[in-house]
C-alpha cells in the first residue's frame, strides 16, 4: 500500500495486459484491470478496511483514476462475488466508470442497497448472469465457472482472448459437500486444460494453510452435535453475516435441537433479506425478531449475533457490556463460529473475556469445528495448478508474505513463470515470456464519512498530530495600540480541561508576549499569531508535555 | 479493566489477606498487596500497554490510591522482575508510598534510570537483595526463591505469616539450562511442601500451552545453526531489549559465526548498561555502535534492533522503510527472535511484509526455533503443583479466559479451593475456606505524557470523539447592536481544511442564524453559541456527514 502517486504509463495498443489497482500486497479493495489489444474488462471493485491505524477513518478505496482513464474503452466491470472486499466500491466508483455491471442474482440483491444509497437505481446497468454463462465482451469472451467460496455464487472467470485464455480464481476454495451451491465440477475444471490455460491469477489467502480444509457440511454437522450437549441453556452465536451457507447450517443445526433462530444486527438481516430474495433460505423457518424472541423461553432460541469480529457497536459486543439485546448470564453459553481476521485479536479478546468473566463458557474454533475457511488451501491450490496446467502464475489477493510463498507454490507445482506484480504495475501476458513494463497510477484512498480523501490529505495529519500533541485554538482581541484586550479565549478540546488552571497561566503568558512586541510588530498579524504560538506551546510543554498545533483567531478593535 | 471507581472497605485488623490493585484479569500492571494483622507488604508495581484503544496514550496505571490509603503500614515493596509490567509504575508511586523498596541487583540498575528521570534518585531507599536472601518485613519474612524467566534474577517469593505460607510464583519457568542464571533447584523446591504452602498466587499467561517449552539454550544452538547457513549474508535480528539471556545467546551465536553485534536502539543499549553493572555480557565481545559497524563488511556485523513488537519509531520499524541505520536490499536476512505480543499481530505483519516486498528473507518462530516463552505451560504449571501442594490457588497475571483455564488445571491437580479474583477484590486467606469479604478502590490512569489521568477523563472522551466527529472552534465578533461583524474566524483541526469552499457557507450560515435571532437573544451570549453550533453543524453534517463539537469565541465591541 502507498500514499503516493506514481505517472500515469499508456499501456499499449497491441497486446493482453493485467494490472491490479488494488488487491495485490494488501488482503482487500480487489480491483483488476485486463487490457486486450485496447479494450479493458474489469473483474471485481471492492473496499479495504482500515484498521485504527487511521484515525476516523472505517474504510479505504483504491484509487479509481487509472479506470476512469481507460472507462471509454470498459467493457464491462465483472463481480467473482458478493463479499464487500470485492463489490464494496461499486457504487461509489461506477459514475467514473460508467460500464455494465455483470454479477450473479445474489450479488446483484447484496448491491442493490449500495446503489439505492447512492442514488444510482436504476441508472447502472445490472446484468444478472448465471454461472456456466458465457459473457460475450469482445475481445474478452467470459466463462464463469461455479466455485465454493464463504458466500453464495462465488465464480472463477475463464477469460478467453484472442492472445490466450487466462483463469481468474476469484476466492475460492473446494467443497466436497457444500451447504448452498453445487460442489465445484472438477471433470469441467480438468476439461478447461485442453483450451489452454495462459496465466492463472489466483487467490494467495490461506497458501500458509497446510492439510484438508473440512466441508461447510461437517460444520453443520459439529454445530448440531454442539447445540445437542447444551440443551436447555442460552446459546449466542456470531458468524460473518455474508455467510449464507453458515446462517444456514446453524438455523438447521437449530431446528434439529428445537430452537429458532432470532437474528440480531442490522447486515444479518440485510444478508436475509438478499439471500431470501435470491432463492436462499428455502427450507429454513421464517428468523425471529428480537421482540418475538423475547416472548419464547431461551431454551427455545438461537441468537445469531453480528459481531464476531470484535466490533465495537455490533449485537455480541452490546450483549458482552450487557447494553445488548439478551442479557447474559452465568450458564450462557457463546460460539464463534467464525475465525479471526488479522488485527482483530485483541478486540474479540475482549469480548470472549467479558464473557468469561461471567462464568460463560465460550466456544471458538479451538473447541469445536465450528468454522471452516472460504479459501483453499495449498493442498488445493496445488490441485487447481495440476487441473489446469497453467504457464503462468500470478498471484494476488495476499499481503507480500501470501504473494512469495503462492509464487513457491506453483514453482514447486511446475509452473513454467509465475510474476509478483505490485498494484499498478502492467504485467504484459501476451509476449513471449510474461514482462512488466510499467506502471499507472494507483493509490489508497480513505472514505471519510462523505467525503474521499487521500491518505496522505492534510486533515488526516492534522488528526494524528491533534492525537499525539493536541491543539489549542486562542481568541486574542488587540486594541488599537495592538495591546491585548480582555482575557485570551481559548479552546484546547482533548488536551486541556477547560477547569484546568494551566489555562490562566496561557492567558498571562499570552498577554505579556504579546504586550511586549515592538508597536510595529503588534500591527503584524503574523508576527502576532507566532507570538501568540510561542507562548501557549511553551505553557502546555511545560504542563502537560505536548506541542500542540495552535491556531490564532486574532481581533483587532 | 474497569473506568469506574470503587467505594473503599477497610480490610479487617485481624487475618491474612490478599488484594491485587491490578494484574488481575489483565495482562499487565501487576501490583499486588498482602495483609497481615493490619500489616501491609506490597509485590511488583507495574504499568500496561494502552494498545490503540486509548488515543494519544502510551501507558496504563492501576490506581494507586488504596495502596496511598495503607502507605503508613506498608513494610516493603517486592520487586519479583524487571519487566515494566512489574516495575514500571515504582518512580510515579514512590512518593504516596515511601516504603523500602526491595529489588535485585539487575532490578535496582534498571530502576535506576527511572528513579533518575523522576527526580527521586537517592530518595527512595533501594534495598537491593541476592536470591536466597530472607527479608524480614515482621509479620511478614520473605525467602527469594530464582526462578527462570526471560529477563535476569527473576524470583518467586515464599511469603511466611503467622496464618501460613503464601507461594507468589511472579512470571516464572523452569529452564534445565538457561543462558543466564541457574536452573531452578527442584529439590529446595519440593522441600518448601513441609513448610506448608497455604496458597500459591501464580502467573496463568502461558496455561494454554500445551507440551515442553524448549529451554534458553536450545534457543541458542538454533540461532548458532540459522546464522551458519546465512554466511555472508547481511543478518538483521531482533528480540525484546529486557531478554538478556536471549541478547547472550545472540551474540554468543554471532560469534561463532566470526559476526560481531552491532545494536541499534536506546532501550538496547539501556539494558547493556545495566546488564553489565549487574554481572552479565561477561563473555560477550562489545557491542559496536551504528557508526563502528560501518566500518566492516556487512557479513561480519549481526544488527540487532528493538522493535520486535511492530513499534513505529523504533529501529527495525525504520530500517523496514528504509529510513533507519543499515538500507535492507534483497538478499538480506530478518529473523524475529521474540514471539507476538496480542494486538501487535498487523502491526508486526506490515513490517514483515515490507522485508519479503523487497525480496527480504524473514525468519520467524514458524521457521526456527528462534525464541521460547519465559512463561511456563501447562504442564510445568501442573509439575508446581505437584511440588508445592498449596491449599489455594490464586490465578494471577491473566486474562479472565487464562484464569478460568488456570483455575481448571489447579483443581485438577487437586488443589483443594481455587478462586477467581478480581482488581479490589480482598481475599481473606486466613479463614476457613477462601473467601472475598468486600473490595477496595481500583481503577486504570492513563499516563498522558506528564500528567496521570482517569480513563473516563474528559479530554479522553473529548479526543474520541474529536476522531469521530471532529471539532470546529468558531470566533464570532458581534456589534453593538449584537450583529455579526466581519468574518466569522473558524478552526476546524482535522475535520475541514483551510482552502475548503465549506468555510464561506460555514460563515454565511452562522451569520444569517444569529443575524436572524431577536435582539434580546443576541445579547444572550448562551443562545448565541447555541444558534452558532447548531448552524455550523448543519453544514458539516451536509458536506461532511460529521457532528462536531463546537466552541464558540464570542467577542463584543
Not at 475460492?172 to 465445484?184: C, K, L, T
Not at 438478499?274 to 423457518?285: L, M, S, T
Request: with cysteine.
Amino acid at each position: 500500500m502507498t500514499d503516493g502517486t506514481k505517472e500515469y504509463t499508456d499501456v499499449p495498443d497491441k497486446g493482453l495486459f493485467f494490472v491490479a489497482l488494488g488487491g495485490v500486497g494488501e488482503i482487500g479493495m480487489n480491483f483488476y484491470l485486463y487490457a486486450c489489444d485496447g479494450d479493458w474488462l474489469a473483474v471485481d471493485c471492492g473496499v479495504g478496511f482500515a484498521g485504527d491505524r487511521l484515525p476516523g477513518i472505517d474504510m479505504l478505496l483504491p484509487d479509481p483514476s487509472f479506470a476512469e482513464k481507460i472507462a471509454p474503452r470498459l467493457k464491462g466491470l465483472v463481480i467473482t462475488h458478493a463479499h464487500e472486499d470485492h463489490i464494496g466500491a461499486v457504487a461509489t466508483f461506477w459514475p467514473g466508470l460508467r460500464c455494465p455491471v455483470y454479477v450473479s442474482a445474489f450479488g446483484a440483491e447484496m448491491l442493490e442497497t449500495r446503489l439505492d444509497e447512492a442514488g444510482l437505481l436504476g441508472r447502472v446497468p445490472v446484468r444478472i448472469f448465471e454461472q456456466g454463462d458465457l459473457l460475450d465482451l469482445k475481445p474478452f469472451e467470459i466463462e464463469l465457472f461455479s466455485i465454493n467460496h464463504s458466500i453464495p455464487e462465488a465464480s472463477s472467470l475463464l477469460i478467453k482472448t484472442p492472445y490466450g485464455n487466462v483463469f481468474h480464481t476469484g476466492d475460492w476454495r473446494f467443497d466436497e459437500d457444500p451447504v448452498v451451491g453445487d460442489p465445484v465440477d472438477y471433470k469441467a475444471l480438468r476439461a478447461l486444460k485442453k483450451e489452454k490455460i495462459l496465466a492463472l491469477v489466483g487467490d494467495s489467502t490461506n497458501v500458509f494453510v497446510e492439510g484438508d480444509i473440512p466441508s461447510e457440511s461437517a460444520v453443520k454437522t459439529a454445530l448440531t452435535e454442539l447445540f445437542a450437549a447444551y440443551k436447555g441453556k442460552r446459546l449466542i452465536v456470531t458468524c460473518f453475516a455474508s455467510n449464507v451457507g453458515r446462517i444456514e447450517s446453524i438455523a438447521e443445526a437449530a431446528e434439529k435441537n428445537g430452537r429458532t433462530v432470532c437474528l440480531l444486527g442490522r447486515s444479518l438481516w440485510r444478508v436475509e433479506g438478499a439471500g431470501r430474495a435470491a432463492g436462499y433460505f428455502r427450507g429454513v423457518p421464517v428468523f425471529l425478531t428480537e421482540e418475538e424472541a423475547a416472548e419464547h423461553d431461551p431454551s427455545e432460541i438461537l441468537y445469531l449475533c453480528t459481531g464476531c469480529q470484535g466490533e465495537p457497536k455490533a449485537a455480541l459486543s452490546n450483549i458482552s457490556y450487557g447494553t445488548g439485546a439478551v442479557q447474559p448470564v452465568k450458564g450462557d453459553v457463546v460460539v464463534f463460529s467464525s475465525r479471526v481476521i488479522p488485527g482483530n485479536e485483541q478486540a474479540i479478546a475482549n469480548i470472549q473475556n467479558r464473557f468469561i468473566a461471567k462464568g460463560i463458557e465460550v466456544i471458538t474454533v479451538k473447541e469445536a469445528l465450528v468454522h471452516v475457511s472460504g479459501h483453499s488451501g495449498r493442498k488445493d491450490m496445488a490441485k487447481l495448478y495440476e487441473f489446469l496446467k497453467p504457464k503462468i502464475a500470478v498471484p494476488v489477493h495476499g499481503e507480500a508474505a501470501h504473494l512469495y510463498e503462492h509464487a513457491g507454490l506453483a514453482a514447486d507445482c511446475g509452473v513454467e513463470k509465475t510474476v509478483i506484480v505490485k498494484d499498478g504495475d502492467v504485467l504484459c501476458l501476451s509476449s513471449e515470456a510474461p514482462e512488466i513494463i510499467g506502471e499507472v497510477k494507483t493509490g489508497v484512498l480513505a472514505r471519510d464519512r462523505k467525503q474521499i480523501i487521500p491518505l496522505n490529505a492534510g486533515v488526516l495529519k492534522q488528526r494524528r498530530r491533534m492525537i499525539d500533541e493536541g491543539t489549542v485554538v486562542a481568541t486574542v482581541v488587540l486594541d488599537k495600540k495592538g495591546m491585548v484586550s480582555g482575557p485570551v479565549q481559548f479552546s484546547a478540546v482533548g488536551l486541556i480541561e477547560n477547569t484546568d488552571p494551566v489555562l490562566q497561566q496561557m492567558d498571562a503568558a499570552v498577554k505579556q508576549a504579546v504586550d511586549l512586541l515592538a508597536a510595529e510588530k503588534r500591527s503584524d498579524d503574523q508576527i502576532v499569531a507566532d507570538t501568540v504560538k510561542s507562548a501557549v506551546r511553551k505553557v502546555v510543554m511545560e504542563t502537560h508535555g505536548r506541542r500542540p498545533m495552535v491556531e490564532t483567531h486574532l481581533v483587532r478593535i
